[in-house]
């Protein structure tokens, strides 16, 4: 069992709508997210990161994090069509060490 | 900045014949990551360095895998005997904490 899980596997979003995407780690040890974007082809390049609970904004993503239930999301409002991808969240005991990648949601987002 | 360099990007080798991984990391980096990613399995952790000294192998097959970084400015992933299985695409990564950069990937096929 992915000890990083994502939901939902797959989101077909409309151009200008929001897209929502969750993450939640079973491992306890877990003090560390990272959400990264891949697009096809591509290798993944990291979009946010988030160690503390809350939410944190970068232009049109916001991250939320809950350590209690180990549980981040990320949000995409205002979707482009160049935001069709795979979003992968990852999830770390400790920020500079290796990271258990979940297995994704790809995000469609059609004109 | 040319990102992290992998080579090559493409390798076929045979059932059971050794292939060799190339990766040069962003210079100034201090870990170097490897990991695979299969649709199936996703992105797999594979072994990591920090400052040339390997910290943590724990997703390496112990059999048939390697990796070695005898220098700051190189790491290569050698796999011995491959198996069709072995077919993936292996992506080298190096960071500065907390973000890390990921290479091209070298795709390996095992026929």
């Known amino acids: 069992q992915q000890k990083v899980q994502q939901s939902p596997e797959s989101l077909i979003v409309p151009e200008g709508g929001m897209a929502s995407l969750n993450c939640t780690s079973s491992?306890?040890?877990?003090?560390y997210f990272w959400w990264y974007r891949q697009h096809s082809g591509k290798s993944p390049k990291m979009l946010m990161?988030?160690?503390?609970?809350g939410e944190k904004e970068e232009g049109r993503f916001t991250v939320h994090l809950n350590k209690a239930s180990l549980h981040t999301s990320l949000h995409i409002r205002d979707s482009q069509p160049s935001d069709s991808a795979l979003y992968l969240c990852?999830?770390?005991?400790?920020?500079?060490?290796?990271?258990?990648f979940g297995l994704g949601t790809r995000v469609s987002v059609f004109p | 900045n040319a990102g992290v360099i992998q080579t090559p990007r493409h390798k076929v080798t045979g059932k059971g014949q050794e292939a060799t991984l190339w990766c040069e990391p962003i210079?100034?980096?201090?870990?170097v990551f490897w990991y695979r990613q299969t649709i199936v399995q996703g992105l797999e952790f594979l072994t990591y360095?920090?400052?040339?000294?390997?910290?943590?192998d724990s997703g390496m097959p112990k059999e048939r895998f390697s990796a070695q970084m005898p220098n700051q400015s190189h790491s290569t992933l050698k796999i011995q005997s491959t198996q069709p299985q072995d077919s993936a695409v292996y992506l080298c990564a190096s960071s500065l904490a907390p973000e890390v950069f990921f290479g091209k990937g070298t795709r390996l096929t095992v026929v």
């Open positions: 990161s988030i160690f503390s609970n």
């Open positions: 360095f920090r400052n040339q000294a390997p910290i943590d």
């Open positions: 990852a999830a770390s005991s400790n920020y500079a060490q290796g990271l258990t």
């Open positions: 491992d306890r040890n877990v003090d």
């Open positions: 210079s100034g980096h201090s870990a």
